[in-house]
Structure formats: structure tokens, C-alpha cells
């Protein structure tokens, strides 16, 4: 086990250090970051100028081995629009991004298991029918057009659930919801699969031959395998909200790290830019290192190969 997270461990880092090289690429070749701050009125001067004052006038190599040094430093930048430092702005904002993540993970798991479950025990039923229309329809309807929907409902019509802000708990149920739904369909077919599956395998026909009960064969001997897949899927899942949450932040006035760069994209904020997607690509290595682990000790077949 301890060979099989360190291999997993030497990979996770050079993810990061590949993902920050092309973080910091992309950002600086997308465009002349000088000229951008600079904004449009901007002279060749002043464009020189501000080229000049914050270095971006040395190599790429240059630029990228200064920018490693500080963050190892702990040192993120400073925001050239917010004046304030990088750090501080992703802590007042992560956390937000975090929990919806988190809840919207969490309503995906409770409504998608037990429905692929169900399917798999019931094949070509009311059940299973149930589950894969609700997987197309996931799968079908764009998740800004249910989050409308979803405020109209429950924030316009019926004055359930407040609309916007980060006021209390409940300003994150429709944003969870929405932004949960969107994994269900693939969850919940790859624990239909795998549950059937499992169910044809021989030591599941053993554990019913000794008499077991149904609901511990389910339980104990059938989901235990089937979910394996799951947590991984889970994983990329829950880095995608992190990531892909601005369309659902937008959308319900939520300050998380999908507003941020929204924001911090129209106002040509390099430094937060180039940490928002590091900070993303971190967790969603971590994240699938996490998932790895899990699945070691869900199945010891997978660390001994």
C-alpha cells in the first residue's frame, strides 16, 4: 500500500507542476496581458509602461520561475484591478465555491445510487424507465435553463427559497440542485451497470446460497464492488462543479471562484486568473488522488496491480 500512494503521490505533483506551466501559458499567450490592463484607449507608451513596471517585458521562463518562487512562498500575487492580494481575495471566495460543490456532490449521490440501484434490481420496469428518463432529461436540459426554472418555481411563484446571496443555508439548495442534477444521468447508469454486473457474479450467487439476506447481499457483498467506479466518477464530478460552477454562481449572485473569474476575466486580472486555475487543476488532481486511495482500499486487487 505505502509503494502504491507514493506512486499515486510522485503523479499528483507532476500533474500541478504541468497543469501551473500551462496555466501560466495560456494566460500570457492568449493575448498581450500589458495591453490588456493597459485597456483600450491605451497608447503604445502606456502599454510599454505598464509592460515594463510589472516585468512583462523579461522571457516567459523568466516570468513562470518568479511566479513558482512566490507561490511556494505562499505568495499567490497581488490583483492588479483589486489591489489586494491574490490569497486573501481566493479565501473570501473558495469557501462559498466549496459548499456548493460539496452539496450539489452530495444531492447528486442521494438521488442517482439508490435510483441506479433501484433500476438494477428491477430491470425494464416503472423504476428502471424512471431512472433513464430522468437521465436524459439531465442530460438533455441545459443547467442554466433548470436553474431558471428552479428560481421561478420555488423563489417567484411559490416564495420557498430566497433567489440570491449567500444570506443562509437555504440560498444553496436551488444552486445545489441545479448544479448536482447535471452529474445524476452518468452516476446513476454507471451504478445500474455495475450493480448488474455484481448481481450476476458468483459470489454474490454464493452469499444468496448461504442464506443471506437480500438487503445485506445488496449492501455487503453487491454495491461494495459495484460503487467502485463511482467514487472515481464522483471525484472528476466534483472537480467539474468546482471549476464549471460560474454559469450557476451567475445565475443565483453567488461571490465563489466561477464569479471571480468570470469578473476577473473582464477586467483582464492576470494574477487571479493564473491562481483560480491552478487552485482548480490542484483539486481536481487531489481530488482524483483521493479517489485512487479510496478504491485501494475499496478493492485490494487495485494497488496490487
Same mark, same amino acid.
Given at each position: 500500500?505505502?509503494?502504491? $500512494?507514493?506512486?499515486?503521490?510522485?503523479?499528483?505533483?507532476?500533474?500541478? =507542476?504541468?497543469?501551473?506551466?500551462?496555466?501560466?501559458?495560456?494566460?500570457? +499567450?492568449?493575448?498581450?496581458?500589458?495591453?490588456?490592463? /493597459?485597456?483600450?484607449?491605451?497608447?503604445?507608451?502606456?502599454?510599454?509602461?505598464?509592460?515594463?513596471? %510589472?516585468?512583462?517585458?523579461?522571457?516567459?521562463?523568466?516570468?513562470?520561475?518568479?511566479?513558482?518562487?512566490?507561490?511556494?512562498?505562499?505568495?499567490?500575487?497581488?490583483?492588479?484591478?483589486?489591489?489586494?492580494?491574490?490569497?486573501?481575495?481566493?479565501?473570501?471566495?473558495?469557501? $462559498?465555491?466549496?459548499?456548493?460543490?460539496?452539496l450539489?456532490?452530495?444531492? /447528486?449521490?442521494?438521488?442517482?445510487?439508490?435510483?441506479?440501484?433501484?433500476?438494477?434490481?428491477?430491470?425494464?420496469?416503472?423504476?428502471?424507465?424512471?431512472?433513464?428518463?430522468?437521465?436524459?432529461?439531465?442530460?438533455?436540459?441545459?443547467?442554466?435553463?433548470? /436553474?431558471?426554472?428552479?428560481? %421561478?418555481?420555488?423563489?417567484? %411563484?411559490?416564495?420557498?427559497?430566497?433567489?440570491?446571496?449567500?444570506?443562509?443555508?437555504?440560498n444553496?439548495?436551488?444552486?445545489? =440542485?441545479?448544479?448536482?442534477?447535471?452529474?445524476?444521468?452518468?452516476?446513476?447508469?454507471?451504478?445500474?451497470?455495475?450493480?448488474?454486473?455484481?448481481?450476476?457474479?458468483?459470489?454474490v450467487?454464493t452469499?444468496?446460497?448461504?442464506?443471506?439476506?437480500?438487503?445485506?447481499? $445488496?449492501?455487503?457483498?453487491?454495491?461494495?464492488?459495484?460503487?467502485?467506479?463511482?467514487?472515481?466518477? /464522483?471525484?472528476?464530478?466534483?472537480?467539474?462543479?468546482?471549476?464549471?460552477? =460560474?454559469?450557476?454562481e451567475?445565475?443565483?449572485?453567488?461571490?465563489?471562484?466561477? %464569479?471571480?473569474?468570470?469578473?476577473?476575466?473582464?477586467?483582464?486580472?492576470?494574477?487571479?486568473?493564473?491562481?483560480?486555475?491552478?487552485? $482548480?487543476?490542484t483539486?481536481?488532481a487531489?481530488?482524483?488522488?483521493?479517489?485512487? +486511495?479510496?478504491?485501494?482500499?475499496?478493492?485490494?486487487?487495485?494497488?496490487?496491480?
Open positions: 500500500m505505502a509503494a502504491f $500512494i507514493t506512486k499515486r503521490l510522485a503523479l499528483t505533483v507532476l500533474v500541478i =507542476i504541468v497543469t501551473s506551466i500551462v496555466a501560466f501559458m495560456l494566460v500570457h +499567450l492568449s493575448g498581450d496581458p500589458a495591453a490588456a490592463m /493597459a485597456g483600450e484607449g491605451a497608447t503604445d507608451a502606456d502599454i510599454a509602461a505598464v509592460r515594463e513596471t %510589472y516585468g512583462f517585458n523579461r522571457p516567459l521562463y523568466a516570468q513562470y520561475l518568479d511566479w513558482v518562487a512566490k507561490l511556494l512562498q505562499g505568495d499567490f500575487g497581488r490583483s492588479y484591478y483589486l489591489r489586494m492580494d491574490v490569497g486573501d481575495v481566493l479565501a473570501e471566495h473558495m469557501p $462559498i465555491t466549496a459548499t456548493l460543490g460539496a450539489a456532490l452530495g444531492f /447528486a449521490l442521494l438521488l442517482s445510487v439508490p435510483l441506479g440501484v433501484f433500476a438494477a434490481l428491477w430491470p425494464n420496469t416503472m423504476i428502471d424507465r424512471f431512472s433513464l428518463w430522468l437521465a436524459v432529461a439531465g442530460q438533455a436540459l441545459p443547467s442554466f435553463l433548470f /436553474a431558471l426554472g428552479l428560481m %421561478y418555481l420555488f423563489g417567484v %411563484y411559490l416564495r420557498w427559497l430566497p433567489i440570491s446571496g449567500t444570506g443562509s443555508w437555504q444553496y439548495i436551488m444552486p445545489a =440542485i441545479a448544479l448536482g442534477y447535471y452529474a445524476t444521468p452518468a452516476i446513476m447508469r454507471l451504478t445500474r451497470s455495475g450493480m448488474m454486473d455484481v448481481l450476476q457474479s458468483d459470489h450467487r452469499a444468496r446460497a448461504y442464506g443471506l439476506s437480500p438487503w445485506r447481499v $445488496i449492501i455487503k457483498h453487491s454495491l461494495r464492488h459495484a460503487i467502485i467506479p463511482v467514487v472515481s466518477l /464522483a471525484a472528476v464530478q466534483l472537480g467539474f462543479m468546482l471549476g464549471g460552477s =460560474i454559469v450557476i451567475t445565475i443565483f449572485s453567488l461571490k465563489g471562484i466561477g %464569479y471571480l473569474a468570470w469578473e476577473s476575466i473582464q477586467r483582464a486580472d492576470i494574477e487571479i486568473i493564473q491562481a483560480i486555475l491552478l487552485v $482548480i487543476a483539486a481536481y487531489l481530488l482524483t488522488l483521493v479517489a485512487d +486511495l479510496l478504491n485501494a482500499a475499496l478493492d485490494p486487487r487495485i494497488r496490487v496491480s
